[in-house]
């Protein structure tokens, strides 16, 4: 295959070999890259009949297959590996190509990179993938962003892979520099939050409500035909109703405790805290997952502390009501730190877009982004959706269920600080009053940092001691 491939593939682990063939699939013909000669083997071998792929694990020929511009996508561990590649690549680049980064790389690289190669006239484009080994081969979201020129080359064959909505299509311009990258940091925020919250719920329902495993898979499943419905739900109610080997335990019930994290949860929190953007509730699925390997610790600590064991009257609407709730605020929070960072670093995102690609085929695709949606575009200027009558309208019908659960759960040690922070947000948000008056007061008191008042302009210092 001379000089004829649409778009070039390097890193052919599952995502890069099962994009490439989705790809393909939709009548591209492409080429794939790997210094690993088996995956080059099992691209070939996994080609559907009929498709236009080459598979090499020579860099020249790989070159060699592509059309000009040059369209190549790299799916390689974030990091180091994104600048080793690039790095063999440069010799073989010309001006005008594309290489865009689908893995999640942190989006300071993305703009350091996006710079670099600007300086000799490439195009590098961060951009999001979601949906794991499954939609990346029958229809991923993706969020690309970068230069906008650039984007409309490729935009053709991502439109063609990407999962649909109806007509729409799950991919869409997220805007200038790293704007795909972080858009997608953000996703997996919510993604962390989104989990912790449906994991502090079943924590509820299983030591609370006493639910079997049976009745848990039942709930989640009655949970996603409402309007709770989301790839996160239904994979629970599956979760739950799936055997171990030997076709008896509850594989639930023999996963450890342990939670694993590549990073994204906490660069979302670090970048919020950076920009002084509360998103509390993805903070906790943060802290959570990081309390969670002290296992020895805890281990040793409930065999010693005393936890209050009462009667629960909350009910399973109670749950539902207080998981619908912290969901809705754990979007909010960020869509508002992608809005807030927008604007921060000129990144133009059109938050109507995000949403919009969010709907099907990533990992926090849910019924509410269609809410969401329809108040971006009906309300392009919304800030932070708490603004919006409808998503008011939705919390003030559910923040009660939400009240009384992390109430009971708190009141019988079950840790639910996810669902908690939840409604602190949505407390703090919607007051007229903070007792940060007595923070400002104390500031004054010992560094003299003055404060504002309430009956007149200015700025102002008490002598606190007589
Ligand atoms: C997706 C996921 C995916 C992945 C991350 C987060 O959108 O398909 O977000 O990118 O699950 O790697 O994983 P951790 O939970 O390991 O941080």
Same mark, same amino acid.
């Given at each position: 295959?001379?000089n004829?491939?649409?778009?070039?593939?390097?890193?052919?682990?599952v995502?890069?070999?099962?994009l490439l063939?989705?790809?393909?699939d939709?009548g591209?013909?492409?080429?794939?890259?790997?210094t690993?000669?088996q995956?080059?083997a099992?691209l070939?071998?996994?080609a559907?009949?009929?498709?236009?792929i080459?598979?090499?694990d020579n860099?020249?020929?790989?070159?060699?297959a592509l059309?000009?511009p040059?369209?190549?996508?790299l799916l390689?561990p974030a990091?180091p590996?994104v600048d080793?590649?690039?790095q063999?690549l440069a010799?073989?680049?010309?001006q005008?190509?594309?290489?865009?980064?689908?893995?999640?790389?942190?989006y300071?690289?993305?703009?350091?990179?996006v710079?670099?190669?600007?300086?000799q006239?490439?195009?590098?484009?961060?951009?999001g993938v979601?949906?794991?080994?499954?939609?990346?081969?029958r229809?991923p979201?993706?969020m690309?962003?970068g230069?906008?020129?650039a984007?409309?080359h490729?935009?053709?064959?991502?439109?063609a892979i990407?999962a649909k909505?109806g007509?729409?299509?799950?991919v869409?311009?997220?805007?200038?520099?790293?704007?795909?990258?972080?858009?997608k940091?953000?996703?997996n925020g919510?993604?962390?939050?989104?989990m912790?919250?449906?994991?502090?719920?079943?924590a509820?329902?299983?030591h609370?409500l006493h639910?079997?495993n049976?009745?848990?898979q039942d709930?989640?499943t009655r $949970?996603n %035909?409402? +309007?709770?419905e989301?790839?996160? /739900?239904? *994979?629970?109610?599956d979760?739950?109703?799936k055997? !171990?080997?030997?076709?008896?335990?509850?594989?639930?019930?023999i996963?450890l405790d342990?939670?694993?994290?590549?990073?994204?949860?906490? $660069?979302? %929190?670090? +970048?919020?805290?950076?920009l002084? /953007?509360? *998103?509390?509730?993805?903070d906790a699925?943060?802290? !959570?997952?990081?309390?969670?390997?002290?296992?020895?610790l805890?281990?040793s600590?409930?065999?010693?502390?005393?936890?209050?064991?009462?009667?629960?009257?909350?009910?399973?609407n109670?749950?539902?009501s207080?998981?619908?709730?912290?969901i809705?605020?754990?979007?909010?929070q960020g869509l508002?730190?992608i809005?807030?960072?927008s604007?921060d670093?000129?990144m133009?995102?059109p938050?109507?877009n995000?949403v919009?690609?969010?709907r099907?085929g990533?990992i926090?695709r849910?019924q509410?982004?269609?809410t969401?949606?329809?108040?971006?575009v009906?309300?392009?200027?919304t800030?932070?959706?708490l603004?919006a009558a409808?998503i008011?309208?939705?919390?003030?019908?559910h923040i009660?269920?939400?009240r009384a659960v992390?109430?009971?759960?708190?009141q019988n040690g079950?840790?639910?600080?996810a669902?908690?922070s939840?409604?602190?947000?949505?407390?703090?948000?919607?007051?007229?009053?903070?007792?940060?008056n007595?923070i400002?007061a104390q500031?004054d008191?010992f560094?003299?940092?003055?404060?504002?008042?309430?009956?007149?302009d200015?700025s102002f210092h008490?002598q606190?001691?007589?």
């Amino acid at each position: 295959m001379q000089n004829n491939c649409q778009f070039g593939m390097i890193g052919l682990g599952v995502m890069g070999q099962n994009l490439l063939l989705n790809i393909a699939d939709h009548g591209f013909a492409v080429a794939g890259f790997d210094t690993n000669t088996q995956k080059v083997a099992e691209l070939q071998q996994n080609a559907t009949v009929g498709t236009q792929i080459f598979a090499t694990d020579n860099l020249p020929q790989f070159i060699n297959a592509l059309q000009s511009p040059k369209k190549i996508m790299l799916l390689v561990p974030a990091g180091p590996a994104v600048d080793a590649v690039l790095q063999n690549l440069a010799p073989y680049l010309n001006q005008g190509d594309i290489v865009i980064d689908g893995g999640n790389s942190f989006y300071k690289h993305t703009n350091e990179r996006v710079q670099r190669l600007a300086a000799q006239g490439i195009h590098f484009m961060g951009m999001g993938v979601s949906g794991g080994e499954e939609g990346a081969r029958r229809g991923p979201a993706l969020m690309p962003g970068g230069d906008e020129v650039a984007w409309h080359h490729v935009q053709p064959i991502f439109e063609a892979i990407a999962a649909k909505v109806g007509t729409d299509a799950c991919v869409a311009y997220m805007g200038k520099d790293a704007a795909g990258h972080f858009v997608k940091m953000v996703h997996n925020g919510i993604e962390y939050a989104v989990m912790q919250l449906i994991a502090e719920t079943y924590a509820v329902l299983k030591h609370g409500l006493h639910y079997t495993n049976t009745q848990l898979q039942d709930v989640f499943t009655r $949970w996603n %035909s409402t +309007e709770l419905e989301s790839y996160l /739900i239904e *994979i629970t109610a599956d979760i739950f109703g799936k055997k !171990a080997e030997d076709e008896t335990t509850d594989i639930i019930d023999i996963i450890l405790d342990v939670a694993g994290s590549k990073g994204t949860g906490k $660069w979302t %929190s670090v +970048e919020a805290l950076q920009l002084s /953007i509360p *998103i509390p509730t993805i903070d906790a699925a943060v802290t !959570a997952r990081a309390v969670s390997t002290f296992k020895p610790l805890r281990n040793s600590l409930a065999t010693t502390v005393q936890k209050c064991t009462g009667e629960f009257t909350i009910t399973e609407n109670d749950c539902k009501s207080a998981l619908y709730a912290a969901i809705i605020v754990a979007y909010v929070q960020g869509l508002h730190l992608i809005q807030q960072a927008s604007v921060d670093m000129n990144m133009q995102v059109p938050l109507a877009n995000a949403v919009k690609v969010w709907r099907g085929g990533c990992i926090i695709r849910s019924q509410l982004l269609t809410t969401f949606y329809d108040v971006f575009v009906q309300h392009p200027q919304t800030v932070q959706l708490l603004e919006a009558a409808p998503i008011q309208q939705l919390l003030n019908t559910h923040i009660q269920g939400l009240r009384a659960v992390v109430s009971q759960a708190t009141q019988n040690g079950i840790a639910c600080s996810a669902l908690a922070s939840a409604v602190t947000y949505f407390d703090m948000f919607s007051t007229a009053y903070l007792p940060i008056n007595l923070i400002q007061a104390q500031r004054d008191y010992f560094g003299a940092h003055t404060y504002q008042r309430t009956d007149k302009d200015g700025s102002f210092h008490t002598q606190w001691q007589a």
